[in-house]
């Protein structure tokens, strides 16, 4: 019988190319997006829902309905999220609530509808999307670096508990790729700079914005593998070992970085 999975956040970046690289190898794939789904499902030739992850019914009725139509759950990657940056004391809690709701409780909501579904079954792989900023002392971006580090607490967490389950968890922490998500800073919220100050800090930190595609093949391999945490490219896996060698050395780094980008912005 073919495996099953759900990527939320799957029209486009990383969803979309995990998307495609499952189609590729045989996976029953349904993309699920606030908006695009339907247009990445006919490029890829899977199914489409329309999904907004803060709606947790929405989230539990895909995922039971999904099992219900294949007899099996297999993958589900949720990856959806959105980009918060800006510095602490120009954000508002419009701000911050944004990203809890999406980058925070939509993958609680994939979780909590995910989780006893594979528990029933037996097994399951349940992939969430946090990022290099969910290990590092990330600053510009209070809202989506708390909101990351939390889901890589939660799916540590769940990995120890659910492998007497037979269910497996993976946490994905992506460093600096080439995805939308960086020219879609702040979505329907006051503009700040930051964004674009992001997008030329990746790219000095390791030459170029690494590709999708790649970044898709990463993950993939390393659920295959059963890794806890699934960190890269490799400039992203030196910063995390950096950090965990020196916290303290790192903080100082990125409180330079903060410094450098107020003289450059004028503030």
């Keep these: 019988m073919s495996r099953t999975a759900v990527v939320t956040g799957g029209a486009s970046g990383i969803g979309r190319a995990v998307a495609r ?3 590729a190898r045989g996976v029953r794939v349904t993309v699920a997006d606030i908006r695009g789904a339907e247009e990445a499902a006919g490029e890829l030739g899977c ?24 007899g099996r759950l297999d993958y589900v990657f949720n990856n959806a999220g959105i980009a918060i940056g ?34 029933r079954q037996g097994f399951g792989h349940i992939v969430n999307t946090a990022s290099l900023a969910g290990l590092t002392p990330a600053p510009m971006m209070a809202p989506y670096t708390a909101t990351k580090h939390a889901v890589v607490g939660l799916s540590l967490a769940l990995r120890a508990e659910a ?11 992506p460093g600096f790729v080439d995805t939308p998500l960086l020219d879609r800073a702040n979505p329907g919220l006051p503009p700040t700079d930051v964004g674009e100050q992001a997008r030329r800090a990746a790219v000095r930190a390791q030459g170029r914005l690494y590709p999708v595609e790649s970044m898709a093949r990463d993950i993939l391999r390393g659920v295959a593998r059963d890794q806890a945490l699934i ?5 992203a896996r030196l910063v995390w070992r950096l950090v965990r060698l020196s916290p303290a050395l790192a903080t100082r780094v990125a409180g330079l970085a903060v410094r450098r980008a107020r003289w450059q912005g004028g503030r």
């Design 21 to 23: 690289e499952l189609v």
């Design 47 to 70: 199914a489409h829902a329309v999904l907004d992850v803060t709606d947790a019914d929405a989230v539990r009725d895909l995922l039971t309905a999904v099992r219900d139509e294949h």
């Design 86 to 119: 800006g510095y602490a004391d120009e954000l508002t809690l419009d701000h911050w609530n944004a990203a809890i709701d999406v980058n925070l409780r939509g993958v609680v909501h994939g979780v909590h509808a995910a989780y006893p579904i594979m528990v």
């Design 163 to 173: 492998a007497a389950k037979g269910v497996r968890v993976s946490v994905v922490c």
């Design 231 to 235: 960190v890269a490219p490799g400039s």
